[in-house]
């Protein structure tokens, strides 16, 4: 026997409206059925216990298609990724996953990050209750690119894995990658801002194809680094599935991502901190402060420009916030992305789909991912609030009464289930 849950508003991931009073049955980890409350009998759902939630908006587990677990957002991360001990990132990737579960985000897709590996297997047999997890592992790089300097996240630390500079190294990777068991393949196409403003290419359109090509041949999708119209161009020339970042867009090149089906994230929550929180010093005189604070700026306008024509050409936009991989941004603050992309000009019910069916498709997961939807899995939360009318809700603890993973209560909010239905049960 599952259970069933009287909800007052429900967003179902797919419409565009809210549905009013509903009734929602879960078994077995799924959404059974669904139908509006008080026409005529469930049938055999009838006498299934029920929680009350009428004061509440339902909507699929939320997802965030690009973090970083292992990184934390502090000043000194060099230093802290230096001197890790076995084990240390992946201790980080759990606390931080525990914050983002604790915020409704269900599902993450890290786009580069070796401890996670590990976590997202322990996760997956439900010893810890933490969003389930698609690794890219380790990002691939040219050397002296992207991922592999200082401050960035694997090759260096890793005895430079991930670095390849040839069509067959980067096959060599990719296939070494697959072996280990990744989800989808991480390449870096570009540099990030901080360098040439508009982020030169750094890997080859022949690079890039032999990613694809090992990874496509199995199935596995491949997510493109990608700041820069040379790099972007790049990366759509070799079939690549998605553009992280995404800025200096071009209207032609927004037109060949549709006709491509390419994704856009656009990453434009760190862009937002960037220019409303600065950067940490790390040794910057004040100069090179106010220069990265420009080159943030003019990044940003460029994202919010490359946005205009992903939308005007009909490219499909995905929630990512790239939590991990800049300042002052926190693990747990990935609904910051969803308000950035209302800034941009979704809707907030188009952002909420941008960080539910849409991103689940993105991940090859459109089947049974992000949706409220008889036979997909009920990953959802339950908020006292309602996103459609103001996304800013997403971004307060106080506003999340519940969040259920595989229809199993993962976090209580206060307040939720009053009354005879016991979440011990679930
Ligand atoms: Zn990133």
């Known amino acids: ?57 339902m909507m699929p587990g939320l997802i965030d298609g690009h973090v970083h677990l292992c990184n934390d957002s502090v000043p000194d991360r060099a230093a802290v990724m230096l001197s890790d001990v076995p084990g240390a990132a992946t201790l ?6 525990e914050r983002t ?13 070796i401890g996670v590996l590990s976590l997202r297997d322990a996760g997956g047999r439900g010893e810890f209750a933490i969003p389930r997890i698609q690794s890219a592992g380790y990002g691939i790089c040219n050397t002296g690119g992207h991922m592999d300097r200082d401050r960035f996240f694997n090759a260096r630390f890793l005895d430079n894995r991930g670095v390849a500079d040839s069509p067959d190294e980067v096959r060599r990777v990719t296939r070494e990658l697959l072996k280990l068991g990744v989800d989808f393949i991480k390449v870096n196409a570009t540099r990030g801002f901080g360098g040439k403003i ?20 199995v199935g596995k999708r491949v997510a493109s680094h990608a700041m820069g119209t040379d790099g972007i161009r790049a990366s759509l020339d070799a079939r690549i599935d998605s553009i992280e970042h995404g800025f200096w867009l071009t209207p032609d090149l927004a037109d060949q991502m549709a006709e491509q089906g390419s994704y856009l994230l656009p990453t434009a929550a760190t862009l937002y901190r960037n220019v409303t ?13 106010a220069r990265m604070h420009d080159l943030a700026a003019s990044a940003r306008e460029a994202m919010f420009q490359s946005m ?20 002052f941004l926190h693990h747990g603050e990935n609904a910051t992305e969803m308000e950035q992309l209302v800034e941009g000009g979704l809707s907030a ?30 990953d959802f939360l339950l908020t006292s609030k309602d996103p459609t009318e103001d ?36």
């Open 92 to 97: 980080r990737a759990l606390r931080n996953a």
């Open 1 to 57: 026997m599952g259970y069933m849950i009287r909800i007052g508003r429900l967003i179902d991931g797919l419409s565009d409206v809210v549905l009013q009073d509903y009734l929602v049955a879960v078994e077995d980890g799924r959404f059974a059925w669904m139908g509006p409350a008080g026409e005529g009998n469930p049938g055999e759902y009838g006498d299934w216990p029920v929680l009350d939630a009428r004061e509440y908006t």
């Open 308 to 327: 205009e024509y992903a939308i005007d050409s009909g490219v499909k936009i995905a929630v990512g916030s790239d939590m991990g991989g800049g300042p």
């Open 349 to 378: 019910m188009a952002a909420l789909k941008a960080g539910t069916s849409v991103v689940a498709d993105l991940m090859d997961r459109g089947d049974d991912l992000g949706r409220v939807a008889p036979g997909y899995l009920a």
């Open 391 to 426: 996304i800013s809700i997403l971004s307060e603890p106080g506003n999340i009464a519940g969040v259920f993973l595989e229809g199993r209560l993962a976090k209580r909010g206060r307040n939720l289930c009053r009354g005879p239905w016991n979440p011990e049960h679930v």
């Open 198 to 217: 508009r982020g030169h290419q750094e890997m080859t359109t022949e690079e890039m194809s032999a990613a694809t090509e090992v990874a496509h041949r």
């Open 101 to 113: 579960l604790e915020m409704g985000f269900t599902t993450v897709r890290d786009c580069a990050g």
């Open 277 to 289: 929180r600065g950067f940490y010093r790390n040794g910057m005189t004040d100069e090179e402060l």
